[in-house]
């Protein structure tokens, strides 16, 4: 299954609201997570089943979609926000993750 | 609190081996399924292998099928790695990562990583 994510680069600045965009090659319900990387460090899990926070996440993070089409919104962005954000499904094996969203500070 | 550790990165040749390991501490490991999770420098994330808390089902990424084993010792708490016939384009940071039902199945905690460079 492949992962579409648009934009792959985005400027942005502090305060902004963005969203970023997943699609899958194929249905895969709603088992799509998103993970935060910053540079040298390991991925962060924010959000599983498509919309639900992870355990101490920000509220300012969420997400929403389902079959193919998945979203990522930040509603007002933080310094420590900037980073990369990758989508992942674990629909099926193999396991596929999006090629990235780096998103930077205007 | 709940860690993976990687260790057992280095250079090698092409054509070569290197065995990676990943010690858990914090959770119960026999409950939990694992995952090898790489990325070439400056590129995205790549799955790599899967193998359920028990051990009995594996999965690979075709781009090492046949050459990478996974494998883990739930007395130990120890995720392993056997990467052979290693080539230039296996160079990344090798992640270790445990899943969770809690989390629909996606990796909720992730290890620091440990570079793998394949050059002569």
């Known amino acids: 299954i492949q992962l579409t994510q648009s934009p792959s680069f985005l400027s942005a600045s502090v305060g902004d609201r963005v969203t970023i965009t997943c699609r899958a090659s194929q249905g895969i319900s709603s088992y799509l997570a998103w993970y935060q990387q910053k540079p040298g460090k390991a991925p962060k899990l924010l959000i599983y089943?498509?919309?639900t926070l992870q355990s101490g996440v920000p509220s300012r993070f969420s997400g929403s979609g389902s079959g193919t089409e998945f979203t990522l919104t930040i509603s007002s962005l933080q310094p420590e926000d900037f980073a990369t954000y990758y989508c992942q499904q674990v629909n099926s094996y193999p396991i596929t993750f999006g090629q990235g969203t780096r998103l930077e500070i205007k | 609190q709940v860690q993976l550790v990687e260790s057992g990165g280095g250079v090698v040749q092409p054509g070569g081996s290197l065995r990676l390991s990943c010690a858990a501490s914090g959770f119960t490991f026999s409950s939990h399924g694992m995952h090898w999770v790489r990325q070439a420098p400056g590129k995205g994330l790549e799955w790599v292998a899967f193998i359920r808390f028990d051990g009995t089902n594996k999965y690979y990424a075709d781009s090492v099928k046949g050459r990478f084993t996974i494998s883990r010792d739930n007395s130990k708490n120890t995720l392993s790695l056997q990467m052979n016939s290693l080539r230039a384009e296996d160079t990344a940071v090798y992640y270790c990562?445990?899943?969770?039902?809690?989390?629909?199945?996606?990796?909720?905690?992730w290890g620091q990583g440990t570079m793998v460079t394949v050059s002569s």
């Open positions: 990562a445990k899943d969770s039902q809690a989390v629909w199945g996606a990796f909720d905690i």
């Open positions: 089943a498509a919309s």
